[in-house]
């Protein structure tokens, strides 16, 4: 969707989706609006808790049918196990998701993490597929006025227009870049040292595989170290990524920096920073 700041001033019951790397503030700005009464849709939660769920279990459960005491009691039925996914705390999903490498490091093998990438991928398309329904069910049933959706780093990856399409029909998008040298690496560290599930295009990772490989004197990905190879293609990933937030924001929507997203305190502020985004494009 798109405004005049007069239009946007008049939209009754405002619908935003925010668009960028994970760290730039996304989740940050849409605990400040949940706490304002706006009803917060994360899709990373909406994955794990609906998507993911089955897959995540499943793979607890081979790792428990491993120990004879727990084993027992799982098919007695006597314990049962659940995830405890949360907004600011998607561990089971990233447990899931894994990151590609030596099994004996933590690793996943390579083809089980293309098709745990595989479901990942189609678990996002699904949890944007739901916008309209939650767009619906926030207004009526919860009596909630305005929708702030909350969207992975990696919506940019997917090849179906679909997902995006829907959003543009539905949804202002707010894409938060960031301008700063000291930030984006601020930002990288961050990501590395405490990261989130990462999706990757089949292409992109291929291609990287490669040249870590290479650069390693390796021949095969089960050789390598899945926290090193992660902490390298981090910053690859950030960098590919920004054309096709890009592509995204510059036809559909409206773009702030993570910089005046850091200084929004308050409900009036973000939609002060929305008017500034609509009136200099």
């Not at 619908?15 to 994360?42: A, E, N, P, Q």
């Not at 929708?147 to 202002?172: A, M, Q, R, W, Y």
């Not at 690496?185 to 990757?200: C, F, G, M, N, W």
């Not at 510059?250 to 409900?267: F, L, M, N, R």
Request: charged residues 30%; contains cysteine; glycine residues 8%.
């Amino acid at each position: 969707m798109l405004f005049s700041v007069d239009e946007f001033r008049a939209w009754k019951n405002k619908r935003i989706t925010l668009l960028g790397m994970s760290g730039v503030g996304k989740t940050y700005l849409s605990g400040i609006l949940r706490g304002c009464g706006w009803f917060h849709y994360s899709s990373d939660y909406r994955i794990g808790t609906r998507y993911l769920d089955e897959p995540i279990l499943d793979l607890v459960k081979r790792q428990a049918m491993d120990i004879p005491f727990l084993r027992d009691l799982l098919r007695r039925d006597w314990i049962y196990i659940r995830n405890n996914i949360r907004i600011n705390d998607l561990g089971p999903v990233l447990s899931y998701v894994g990151k590609p490498g030596d099994p004996e490091r933590g690793g996943v093998p390579l083809e089980d993490f293309h098709q745990r990438q595989a479901r990942y991928h189609d678990a996002e398309v699904a949890a944007m597929y739901d916008v309209p329904k939650f767009i619906r069910k926030a207004g009526e049933i919860y009596g909630y006025q305005n929708f702030i959706n909350d969207v992975g780093g990696s919506l940019c990856e997917l090849t179906d227009p679909g997902p995006i399409d829907l959003l543009v029909k539905h949804t202002l998008i707010l894409y938060i870049r960031i301008t700063d040298r000291e930030e984006e690496e601020e930002l990288i560290r961050r990501a590395q040292s405490a990261p989130k599930p990462l999706y990757y295009r089949q292409e992109f990772l291929d291609e990287q595989l490669a040249i870590y490989l290479n650069e390693n004197n390796l021949q095969y990905a089960a050789q390598m170290d899945p926290d090193e190879f992660t902490r390298w293609i981090f910053p690859r990933l950030f960098h590919s990524r920004i054309p096709r937030y890009e592509a995204i924001a510059d036809p559909h929507g409206y773009t702030v920096t993570s910089q005046e997203v850091a200084g929004i305190k308050d409900e009036d502020g973000f939609l002060e920073l929305l008017e500034a985004a609509i009136a200099r494009k």
